[in-house]
């Protein structure tokens, strides 16, 4: 690759980290590979030229057609062979930028700036309390921590959860913008945790697989989730800012998409029990789906509106006896919306701070919105929902319902499914 070449990849993929001497450190890693093949004789050689051949024989007849995706280097860009997807000019630049935001490509340090507080907010005193009846935190019931000898600075806990479209996604976003910026609070973030496992090669189970591997999904997925939530905390509080962790997906959404047996047997396989789950967060705000009056930002792709609206009812349930939860609806529009589950929040940590409705316009959520990545809400919604099963004779019905609603919960289903 010439100096030229390595200035232009640099333009086209500029990462948050870069290895130290780059790209000499690189060099040297190809230039011992062929002192390998050196060493292997002739047979390397005709290994490697062999590997080459069909994989270019693959590519011509398959890939160069078929191909969805690109690799940070893209000898295929050198080559002057780009898959027929990326041919054109503004679909290759949309993949380039979807392999710069990608996190599993690179250290992101913006995002660790973008969630700290532009400046400190001094009316927060709140500190942890620890209950050690009430704790399942097994490293904190065993013994002094580290975590000990910290400030224990209270850190607000808010679960955003809802149904497909709802918004959630990009509520969190605007909220920690909004808050690092206007009030003074940083944000912690975790992953989701279903999205967290997909990316690391792990598949969601579906109503083929044996109720075995759908219990150790949940029982695996439940567990991530608390174990990042408190490392999450750990880290928050030892700060000593005043800070607030928002979790995208709550430890109890997974309860909306499995039939209360299993979901009962999991928990059992767990230290924890459902009023624990609940009690870990302040705050729950429930976006409701677009499904339900939100024709403007419904986006079809795998799930109905029927399913959607199904689903929705369900996480809905699973919350329902949390001492905070709340419902924002789409009556008013995506930017009310997201007004009032910032005023929930600012209510919360007991402030009310007037330079924050800037972040709500209802043109810029718009433009955030039709930009915005729907695949962790496809993972959450429609991918998990193929692990639901039937429940009182009616699939998809929210957990505990008595079957004197199935009629007027078929009719609306209905009436939604003739507008998809």
Known sequence: MSCSRVSELKERYDPGFMTPYFPYVQYVGMSGQLVLLCFLGYEGLIAVAVFAFLGSVIYALYGIRYA????????????????VKFQNRQKYENELKRIKANPMHHLDEFLEKTYKAQFVNTSHTKKHEFNQNYSRDQSKLTGTTLSDLTSNSYVYRICITGGHHGGNHLARQRFAKALTEEVGFDVYAPP?????????????????????????WEENVLKMQIEAERSFLKIAESSGRPS???????????????????WETVVKHTAFDEQYLLDRYDLV?????????????????????AQALVDDRRLQ???KNHHHHVILGNENGLAEKFKEG??????????????TE????EQDLEELNDSFDTQPEFLNAAGRRRMSLTLDGFAGLPIGTSTDSLPMLAARMDSVEEQV
């Open 342 to 355: 910032f005023n929930e929040i600012l209510g919360l940590i007991n402030l009310s701070c007037s330079g």
């Open 244 to 262: 607030c962790l928002i979790v995208d997906r709550g430890s109890l959404d997974p309860k909306a998409y499995i039939d209360s047996e299993t």
């Open 192 to 216: 989701t945790m279903v999205q967290l496992f997909v990316n690391g090669g792990a598949s969601v189970p579906c109503e083929f697989d044996s109720k075995t591997n759908r219990m150790i």
């Open 317 to 319: 349930e699973c919350y």
């Open 285 to 305: 705000l429930h976006f409701v789906t677009a499904a339900d009056g939100d024709a403007d930002h419904w986006v079809f792709d795998g799930q109905t509106k």
């Open 358 to 361: 800037a972040y709500f316009h």
């Open 68 to 83: 969805n995706f690109l690799g940070i280097i893209q000898p295929e860009y050198y080559l002057g062979l780009l898959p």
